[in-house]
């Protein structure tokens, strides 16, 4: 029962449902108490520390993926680590801790690579993007961005993909190269046939219909 409800949630998330992971959430700490039981694995811990982003509450995220995956090492719970360290970067970028974010990633890429941890890669890649996009390393967070699309094409994960070139775009977008983003957001958005409610979906949309650079995020 845990597991299902932390993948719905996570689903839930991943979907920009912030009510409706935030209810999975609720349901699975119930579930956990209600059984006496500790639930220590990396993946509901990224799916918590994503909801509190998206909540607007940086900082609270931050420290809980901190506590999270000290516990988890404690415990040898280390499966999926990459995630859970990729979702402590995108905390820290949105609480304004670039450099902190990026030594994150860096550790989340190089456990992928000791492990052979491949399936969450693509939005390691894509943190790193933003991370170095808020250093105003534009040159190198462009050549992440495509690495990520790169990957998520190559293990046809198109969800990931799509975030992964609305980031490439936005960026082109904002260095005045839009001529390069509308074929990139063309291309991916003719090859999805479901998720149409999806704030990825809807972000790739606005970036392609839009005559004006949208706002920063």
């Given at each position: 029962m845990a597991s299902a409800l932390h993948v719905s949630m996570y689903t839930a998330l991943f979907r920009g449902e912030t009510d409706e992971a935030q209810h999975f959430q609720d349901a699975l700490e119930?579930?956990?108490d209600r059984n006496e039981l500790e639930y220590i694995y990396m993946r509901p811990l990224a799916a918590r520390t994503g909801l509190l982003i998206m909540e607007g509450r940086p900082e609270q995220a931050v420290?809980?993926?901190r506590?999270?995956?000290?516990?988890?090492?404690?415990?040898q719970a280390l499966t999926y680590s990459s995630i859970s360290l990729t979702a402590l970067a995108e905390a820290q970028?949105?609480?304004?801790?670039?450099?902190?974010?990026?030594a994150s990633i860096d550790e989340a890429m190089a456990y992928?690579?000791?492990?052979?941890e491949r399936i969450w890669r693509p939005e390691s890649m894509r943190i790193k993007g933003r991370l170095l996009s808020a250093q105003g390393a534009d040159q190198a967070a462009e050549k992440s961005f495509r690495s990520a699309v790169s990957e998520a094409a190559d293990l046809s994960l198109l969800a990931l993909e799509l975030r992964a070139i609305?980031?490439?775009a936005f960026?082109?977008?904002k260095q005045k190269r839009r001529p390069e983003a509308g074929p990139l957001l063309e291309g991916v958005l003719?090859?999805?046939?479901?998720?149409?409610?999806?704030s990825d979906y809807q972000e790739a949309q606005s970036l392609l219909s839009s005559r004006k650079l949208p706002a920063a995020r």
């Open positions: 119930q579930c956990l420290q809980v993926a506590d999270g995956i000290a516990l988890a090492r404690e415990k970028l949105a609480a304004g801790h670039i450099e902190e974010g990026l992928a690579d000791r492990v052979g609305n980031d490439l960026l082109l977008i003719d090859r999805i046939s479901e998720g149409f409610a999806t």
